[in-house]
């Protein structure tokens, strides 16, 4: 609660200092606003500080320690991007204040995800996510990819927005209300009428496929994230795929728990076609950005896995864990890719011929990204996979079976990078000039990365 | 002190990746040294009766049953000695070739040494996991960027077998680990453990630890290789540079033996009657099949590396057959092929390194011109025949009589090992030392200081450890019993 109000104030602080125009003042304005919120959030989950400012909005939301935690995640994620938009954004100009306010805003909605506890705030929450993030996609102006991608993402997530619409009132007609305990009581009661439910509930899951980017609801996925600008990628795949993700455990975990035998089957066939089909197409492309797309599809085929094993003991740990390596990992890759591809002005994976002989420091970065998000350990990874996997091992055995096949093919298009940074030999190496800002992110990634190797279960047991 | 042996050649990789001080070689060399001291240490601390002293235990992941425990019994203790004695030898014969980003190579050495040592002490099913794919990341940069023709694809061809190999692993300890515990208890409770003993305790029902121990046989058996799963090691070792495969065959394929005594058969041995005579027919197999092709190679390297089959495939069966005999023979012998192993690997490399060629053909009457070398790799070769009063004699002895003991017939037909083994390894004595010498073997230079340090120790040791293998039996011994002891098959 305190973060969504330190986060509000300082997005409306940094669109009236977009007046300026003075780079260095916006970034430290927005940076400055999420290190506060990240501090308050981990305070209060250090504390088990639930309550205080709850009380106001009960029946809307409530900040309980999943909702804490998950809120961490996004504004390590923030943070880290933020770090990186100094050099980043300096395509924009009289824009720039407006993407600061905007990148605040959507995380704003993210929290709102994270702690809902009424279906209509959870809609509020992806709305006020995602209408930002149509704008940040077409934040290039000038460019015909990125006005294409805001168009594809606006034109599909409003489509997604109309599915998850329909299910909220069709969900709202089989039990007569938007509260989630509510619900939850009247589906356990069995006091509804269960085409209807089971009706609403398939569509609010189709809903959110489409934000998640879960097949076959990810056509969409591929060009977006190429098309736009490839700072708004990483966030997208990192604290938007979170948020998503989030939003839709906490969902069906606590209303729609009971009927796990109705959308279980479903949620497992959508989770094995993703990983599946994801993992196989990424194999195939050569350039980067589309295959990190194809890759975060992927991870949420696995992240699926969580939702299948609402009940078990550790799942909501296991997802935790897993976002948050997986969102590290991302954005570290995704830094040493804009410095070598904006640099070089080439976007497919050659730019990283012979990388380790000229930047050892940004190579080691990117293997240990890439290590990280094929599982592989003793990266922080493996063990948000481990954990994953055992959650939803005892109900799913078969579908571990496919997700594990799935980690084997994925290394193949992981190490790719690894090949062309270290073993392609006679190739002129990319010329790279490293900003101190991305110098800072990096190596905080890589603490951060170490310390989730030396003890996921600090992360793992907090939820 | 475990933890120490972990530590010293992690904390060493890490400084000199990091670091990149000039003389990477020589501090990698001296960390090598200084973990063969503390393991000469620990061998005695052991033999004093300290062996539940030296463990390091302390949780890793407490809310989900996870331990970071190390602890040393004679098994593992045989196999850390085997990792730190050839751990110097392996990085000294690394300095006769001069490498491009000289550290990130000692570096990725000393991290896969810490690795093996993890392994080979781990006490938890999940820190050993970890381990065992920890030693495969460095292992293959050092295949990938060292290595000679069409390294990428062989070594990415390795890494794929193995890591595939070993995730089937991981799910048969998921598995079994999901099993321990009170299954009454909540899910609030922390019920499950990854403890060895833990695991151990769990009983399967056969149709479950047939599924258990396929999962595991998958990792090692890649790992080893056994018959069919063999096809990547040809390629990688000949590919890698010498090093690297030194590592892999010296050391590394122990892990997929070790990992069949400590995890396999303990954590399902109900098992056992319906799948080891599949797997004991494939390692006999495996044999005969490697030993047919030693003969026919002409490539000195790719000859040792299928012999290396043959010799693992022998040992894993003296696994199966699960005896005292049979296992104290796999135990003597994977020390022995250890070193042995990494002799030839040594010898082949100097001899392409003079000559520029691992053809067979091309070699011919060195021994003429080098008769220090002639008489080492004698030696070493004789002990790799496993001729009498060698070191490769005692351990093949145990392995027959367990498998005889198990099964009179796979007895004969791993029998056979003993005489292909000298016709191919005679065979490329012969072709490379004697004979006339040709333009190129007429000049050839015999072995510096550094080289006959390293064959010298290696035939010292094949010498005395053929007359004294007890050294080695009796400090498995009491662990061998107990093992044999804790699993009911």
Same mark, same amino acid.
């Given at each position: ?463 | ?125 999940? /820190?050993?996991?970890? $381990?065992?794919? =920890? &030693?495969?990341?460095? +292992?293959?940069?050092?295949?990938? %960027?060292?290595?000679? *023709? ?124 319906? /799948?080891?005579?599949? $797997?004991?027919? =494939? &390692?006999?197999?495996? +044999?005969?099949?490697?030993?047919? %092709?030693?003969?026919? *190679? ?192």
């Amino acid at each position: 609660m305190k973060a969504l109000l330190i986060l509000f104030f300082t997005a409306i602080a940094v669109l009236f200092a977009g007046l300026s125009k003075n780079r260095k003042t916006l970034q430290t304005i927005a940076l400055a606003g999420s290190i506060l919120a990240l501090l308050a959030t981990g305070i209060d989950l250090m504390l088990g500080d639930t309550t205080g400012l709850n009380e106001h909005y009960a029946t809307m939301f409530r900040f309980d320690q999943y909702a804490l935690a998950f809120s961490a995640v996004v504004l390590i994620g923030t943070v880290l991007i933020l770090g990186l938009s100094g050099w980043g954004f300096r395509a924009l100009t009289d824009t720039l204040g407006d993407n600061y306010g905007l990148i605040l805003f959507s995380l704003c909605g993210a929290l709102c995800m994270f702690s809902f506890t009424n279906m209509v705030m959870l809609f509020l929450g992806i709305e006020i996510l995602s209408i930002p993030m149509y704008v940040m996609a077409g934040s290039r102006r000038d460019e015909p990819e990125s006005n294409e991608a805001a168009l594809k993402y606006f034109l599909m997530g409003a489509f997604a927005t109309g599915f998850l619409l329909f299910g909220i009132a069709l969900v709202y007609g089989a039990t007569a209300s938007f509260d989630m305990q509510v619900i939850a009581r009247a589906i356990a009661e069995g006091k509804h009428s269960l085409g209807m439910l089971h009706m609403g509930i398939l569509l609010m899951l189709v809903g959110l496929s489409f934000k998640v980017s879960a097949v076959p609801f990810h056509f969409w996925a591929p060009d977006v994230y190429t098309g736009s600008p490839n700072l708004v990628t990483a966030f997208m795949s990192t604290v938007v795929k979170t948020a998503g993700f989030a939003a839709l455990y906490r969902l069906f975990s606590s209303a729609f728990v009971d009927a796990i035998d109705f959308w279980g089957i479903t949620v497992a066939a959508i989770a094995a076609l993703t990983m599946t089909l994801a993992n196989v197409t990424a194999l195939f492309q050569t350039n980067f950005k589309r295959m990190m797309a194809y890759s975060s599809i992927s991870h949420a085929g696995y992240l699926l896995l969580a939702v299948l094993a609402i009940g078990q003991a550790g799942s909501a740990g296991a997802m935790l864990l897993y976002t948050l390596s997986y969102s590290i990992a991302t954005i570290c890759a995704f830094a040493v890719y804009i410095l070598v591809a904006e640099q070089n002005n080439n976007a497919s994976l050659d730019a990283f011929n012979g990388l380790s002989k000229r930047e050892p420091f940004l190579a080691a970065v990117m293997v240990i990204s890439m290590l990280s998000l094929a599982g592989i350990p003793p990266t922080a990874g493996f063990f948000g996979k481990y954990f994953l996997f055992t959650a939803a091992f005892e109900r799913y055995p078969w579908l571990i079976g496919l997700a594990v096949i799935n980690s084997a093919i994925s290394i193949y298009y992981y190490f790719k990078v690894i090949i062309a940074m270290y073993f392609v030999r006679d190739e002129a190496s990319p010329v790279v000039v490293t900003p101190v800002g991305f110098k800072w992110v990096v190596a905080g990634g890589l603490v951060l990365i170490a310390l989730l190797t030396l003890a996921p279960g600090s992360v793992y047991g907090l939820i | 002190m475990s933890l120490l042996l972990l530590l010293i050649p992690l904390i060493a990789a890490g400084f000199v990746l990091v670091a990149r001080p000039s003389n990477g070689r020589q501090i990698a060399l001296l960390f090598t040294l200084a973990n063969l001291a503390l393991t000469a240490y620990v061998v005695m601390a052991f033999q004093s009766g300290g062996g539940e002293a030296l463990a390091f235990r302390t949780p890793w992941v407490p809310n989900a049953g996870i331990s970071f425990s190390l602890s040393l019994d004679g098994i593992s203790l045989l196999l850390v000695v085997l990792t730190n004695l050839l751990a110097p030898i392996i990085v000294l014969s690394s300095f006769g070739r001069t490498y491009e980003h000289e550290n990130r190579y000692y570096g990725m050495v000393l991290m896969m040494l810490g690795a093996l040592n993890g392994v080979f002490m781990a006490e938890d099913g999940l /820190l050993f996991y970890v $381990f065992y794919e =920890l &030693a495969l990341i460095p +292992i293959y940069f050092i295949c990938a %960027i060292w290595g000679g *023709q069409d390294r990428i694809r062989v070594t990415l061809k390795f890494f794929i077998y193995t890591f595939i190999g070993s995730l089937f692993m991981l799910m048969s300890l998921i598995y079994v680990y999901l099993q321990t515990g009170d299954p009454l208890a909540g899910n609030d409770v922390i019920r499950h453990s990854f403890l060895w003993r833990d695991l151990v305790a769990v009983p399967l029902s056969p149709s479950t630890a047939w599924w258990v121990m396929l999962g595991f046989f998958v990792a090692f058996a890649v790992k080893m290789p056994i018959f069919p799963f063999h096809t990547w090691q040809p390629d990688t070792y000949t590919t890698a540079p010498t090093g690297g495969t030194m590592l892999l065959s010296g050391i590394m394929l122990k892990m997929g033996v070790y990992g069949v005594i400590r995890w396999m058969v303990p954590l399902a041995p109900e098992a056992m009657h319906t /799948l080891v005579p599949t $797997f004991m027919t =494939l &390692a006999v197999v495996g +044999i005969v099949y490697a030993s047919i %092709i030693a003969v026919k *190679q002409s490539d000195f390297k790719r000859l040792i590396a299928y012999s290396s089959i043959a010799h693992v495939g022998l040992i894993a069966a003296g696994v199966f057959a699960w005896n005292k005999t049979g296992v104290q023979g796999s135990l003597i012998q994977m020390f022995n092929h250890g070193i042995n192993v990494v002799g030839l690997f040594f010898v082949a490399d100097l001899i392409e390194r003079r000559l520029g060629t691992r053809s067979l053909a091309d070699m011919g009457g060195i021994a003429k011109s080098a008769p220090r070398l002639a008489t080492l790799f004698m030696i070493i070769m004789l002990g790799a025949v496993a001729v009498p009063l060698t070191n490769g004699f005692p351990g093949e002895f145990l392995l027959l009589n367990g498998i005889w003991n198990y099964n009179a017939w796979m007895g004969a037909v791993a029998g056979l090992t003993i005489i292909f083994g000298a016709v191919y390894m005679l065979r490329a004595y012969g072709l490379a030392m004697f004979g006339e010498p040709n333009e190129a073997t007429a000049q050839f230079a015999d072995l510096d200081t550094r080289e006959l340090t390293i064959l010298g120790v290696l035939a010292f040791l094949v010498l005395v450890l053929g007359f004294f293998p007890q050294t080695i039996l009796g400090l498995t011994d009491q662990s061998v019993n107990a093992i044999l002891g804790a699993v009911q098959i």
